[in-house]
């Protein structure tokens, strides 16, 4: 799994998906640049999310709020005082950790002795792994079981008390075990907050300081009423905004799944008081359906509840996908009750109250949040779309199964030869599909090389024109999972790859 993500990595470089930031000085820690390929896909998954939740849902508007925001904004929301990651030293190796996802580390390795030890009952009993745990009665089994529940509620109580000296604690008596850590030598766990700042104003005594927003919700709060007044919007309803974020990661690692400047679509929907849970479980089940809808496999999706709510939140779950490293979060869907409004109103003092005609109430609304990852989202894509096939006759192609209407290029048009007027009909065909689908032109190389390259960035369709063309208007479409070619009219064309690539 890992050799394959490492093959990914050096896949989206390869083919114009993914740089690293600034790479002719050898890069920057977690920033990376979309390439010519990588560009469109992301382009893309917003658009497929953007037409979902606002063109789709007639209660939905959207926003484009700017980065910097007045810093008030992030004393009110609580990041100035609570954005923060517990981050440990280690003496020795001068190597640096988030102390939560250390020990995280350390659950999952006990999961993983376990589930061996429970394998290999399973053999020796010939029954499945469910019975197999049911039945056991193997010490070793049982004792890795005792220590990872005992690490467990240690760990879920410490995060719950902010016990920063707990932390290091439960690090330090199982550590043994951690694979990261070769010797005892920790610094105390001390907090680190995560948002970057920086200056606004030219004069010293002018200069404020100000931050890089660490989410995009609070462009969306502080614009919630001159949205719901020019827009007349009557609650329940939805602003949606797509944008970048910025946060000082402490561990910055598995590429563009953990970035220091990333991008966030999110959806704040506002309702009214002790309507909040409806709503949640209304967005968590319109999340997942669109998710699943990529078809990327229904299995590869899983929720996750919170065990430790954080400052805002009455509930909240996290989408996960099953990245090459394991289960991760690529959407948080949180209740995150009147927390932000009311907060801004303490501050601003500004009255930020929804005035409910049907109730004839007044009332700071309550807000589910829907906050999903781009970067992630085009991460877990790429994961499930990377295949390297063996086909017949003992040749192998790397083929990207993307998402049709996600592809960066929809229809390659290659003409067979660059001779007998061929290249002029490629010409012609492209002109008449770019204006509805992003079309690219090869004619370099044999037709088998040309689709391995279009099977590299994950191309629907190619095109092919022969010496047949100018004789009956037809050409032959190559179809990039089946391989399967079909001779069709070019007049056929633009319904043919319509069909395919509108969702
Ligand atoms: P994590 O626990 O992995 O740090 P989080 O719970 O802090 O994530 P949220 O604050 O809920 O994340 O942010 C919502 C979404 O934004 C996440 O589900 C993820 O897709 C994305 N996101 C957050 N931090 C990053 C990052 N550093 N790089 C890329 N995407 C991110």
């Not at 390259?453 to 100018?470: E, S």
Request: hydrophobic share 40%.
């Amino acid at each position: 799994q890992e050799d394959v993500f490492k093959k990914l990595i050096a896949h989206c470089k390869e083919y114009g998906f993914v740089f690293p930031s600034s790479e002719i000085y050898d890069g920057l820690g977690a920033v990376y640049d979309y390439g010519q390929n990588g560009v469109e896909l992301k382009n893309n998954i917003k658009k497929y999310w953007w037409d979902s939740m606002v063109l789709l849902n007639e209660n939905v508007v959207g926003i484009d709020a700017a980065i910097f925001m007045h810093p008030t904004t992030w004393k009110a929301s609580g990041h100035v005082d609570a954005f923060n990651d517990p981050l440990i030293d280690n003496k020795d190796s001068k190597k640096r950790y988030r102390a939560d996802v250390l020990i995280e580390d350390l659950l999952a390795k006990y999961d993983d002795k376990m589930s061996k030890e429970v394998e290999k009952a399973a053999k020796r009993f010939g029954a499945s792994f469910d019975e197999a745990v049911f039945r056991s009665t193997n010490e070793r089994v049982l004792e890795n079981q005792a220590k990872r529940d005992e690490i467990h509620t240690r760990f879920v109580k410490a995060l719950n008390d902010s016990d920063l000296a707990e932390l290091k604690a439960i690090i330090e008596d199982y550590e043994v075990v951690c694979p990261i850590s070769g010797t005892r030598n920790w610094t105390d766990v001390r907090q680190f907050n995560l948002m970057f700042s920086t200056e606004m104003g030219s004069t010293a005594e002018g200069a404020m300081k100000i931050y890089l927003r660490p989410e995009t919700a609070q462009g969306i709060f502080v614009n919630f009423l001159n949205v719901q007044k020019t827009g007349r919007m009557k609650i329940p309803f939805g602003i949606a905004q797509i944008g970048k974020a910025f946060r000082n990661e402490i561990v910055a690692r598995q590429f563009i799944f953990r970035m220091r400047e990333f991008e966030q679509m999110e959806m704040q929907f506002f309702v009214r008081p002790g309507e909040e849970m409806k709503w949640f479980e209304h967005w968590k089940a319109f999340r997942l359906k669109w998710h699943k809808a990529l078809g990327l496999g229904d299995q590869k999706y899983r929720f996750h509840d919170h065990d430790k709510l954080a400052h805002y939140a009455n509930a909240a779950t996290d989408i996960e996908f099953e990245m090459p490293f394991g289960f991760k979060e690529v959407e948080g869907i949180h209740s995150r009750t009147d927390f932000d409004l009311s907060s801004h109103e303490k501050f601003s003092g500004k009255n930020i109250k929804y005035f409910d005609p049907e109730i004839n109430q007044s009332y700071v609304p309550y807000v589910i949040e829907t906050s999903i990852g781009v970067d992630r989202t085009f991460l877990s894509i790429m994961a499930a779309s990377y295949k390297e096939e063996t086909l017949e006759g003992g040749d192998s192609r790397v083929v990207l199964t993307l998402p049709p209407v996600l592809a960066p290029v929809k229809a390659c048009v290659m003409p067979l030869v660059k001779k007998d007027g061929l290249p002029e009909i490629a010409r012609e065909i492209i002109n008449d599909l770019k204006f509805d689908f992003k079309c690219a032109y090869d004619e370099k190389d044999s037709i088998g090389k040309r689709y391995r390259r279009q099977d590299a960035v994950g191309t629907p369709f190619c095109i092919t024109v022969d010496h047949q063309t100018p004789e009956d208007k037809s050409v032959t479409i190559r179809h990039r999972d089946s391989m399967l070619q079909e001779r069709v009219a070019i007049a056929d064309l633009h319904k043919i790859i319509g069909d395919a690539v509108n969702m």
